[in-house]
């Protein structure tokens, strides 16, 4: 049974358009989410987090949408450039034993000059 | 931000013998340490969380005596893959963390290719 949901394994977008990449949960004990961006044979490497006390966090060209009621967040990536282009994972963890983090299965992200 | 290091970035090993993977957290001290595996194409699967200083809690499905995992100390984890076999053969990551409900920093990953 998946906790987070990452429904669209694929996503192309233009350079210079808006990159948006969705995730659902399930569990209403999350309150604590993240964005990783990841390349083949390397670890994750983190780009924005939002607690679920907030419904939106911004920095520079990335934004994270939180909307607790829907247990639906997004991000969203303005203008979107080649270097971009990898697999993005949602993930969230909370206030259960052990406060594990639990990832998304991931959405790749081409961005075509 | 924080540095984890994992060793070796690449293994290869034949069938039956056994495997330790080292994460170190290089600038912090990590109280609470994941291991994840990802087979390709695939997310990122936990296996076990660690605490400095108490045992390991695995995930459903995780061989506890196949995954060895020690936590000596605040700023190292060890995976010891035992008695490897061609189907543990995956891309296995670590990660550390302060704080409970902080961001993870996540090692380079280590590819294992049993033979």
């Known amino acids: 049974d998946q906790q987070v949901k990452q429904n669209s394994p694929s996503l192309s977008v233009q350079e210079g358009r808006i990159s948006i990449l969705n995730c659902d949960y399930t569990?209403?004990?999350?309150?604590?989410f993240l964005w990783y961006k990841k390349y083949p044979a390397e670890g994750p490497t983190f780009l924005i987090s939002?607690?679920?006390?907030?419904d939106k966090n911004e920095d520079g060209r990335f934004t994270v949408f939180l909307n607790k009621s829907a247990k639906h967040l997004s991000l969203h990536i303005v203008p979107s450039q080649p270097g971009d282009s990898a697999v993005y994972f949602c993930?969230?963890?909370?206030?259960?034993?052990?406060?594990?983090?639990?990832f998304g299965p991931g959405t790749s992200l081409s961005v075509i000059p | 931000g924080a540095v984890v290091s994992q060793h070796p970035s690449r293994v290869i090993c034949k069938s039956g013998t056994s495997v330790k993977i080292e994460c170190r957290s290089l600038?912090?001290?990590?109280?609470?340490m994941f291991w994840y595996r990802q087979f390709p194409k695939q997310s990122l699967m936990l296996m076990a969380t660690?605490?400095?200083?108490?045992?390991?809690?695995?995930e459903q499905g995780v061989e506890k005596d196949k995954f060895l995992i020690n936590h000596a100390s605040l700023t190292l984890s060890t995976l010891t893959v035992t008695s490897a076999h061609p189907e543990d053969s995956s891309f296995y990551i670590c990660?550390?963390?302060?704080?409970?409900?902080?961001?993870?920093?996540f090692g380079s990953g280590t590819q294992l290719s049993v033979l």
């Open positions: 600038d912090f001290q990590a109280t609470t």
């Open positions: 939002i607690s679920s006390i907030k």
């Open positions: 990660s550390a963390r302060v704080r409970s409900n902080e961001k993870l920093f």
């Open positions: 660690s605490n400095e200083g108490s045992k390991a809690t695995y």
């Open positions: 569990n209403s004990m999350f309150d604590y």
């Open positions: 993930a969230a963890s909370g206030r259960t034993s052990y406060d594990k983090v639990i």
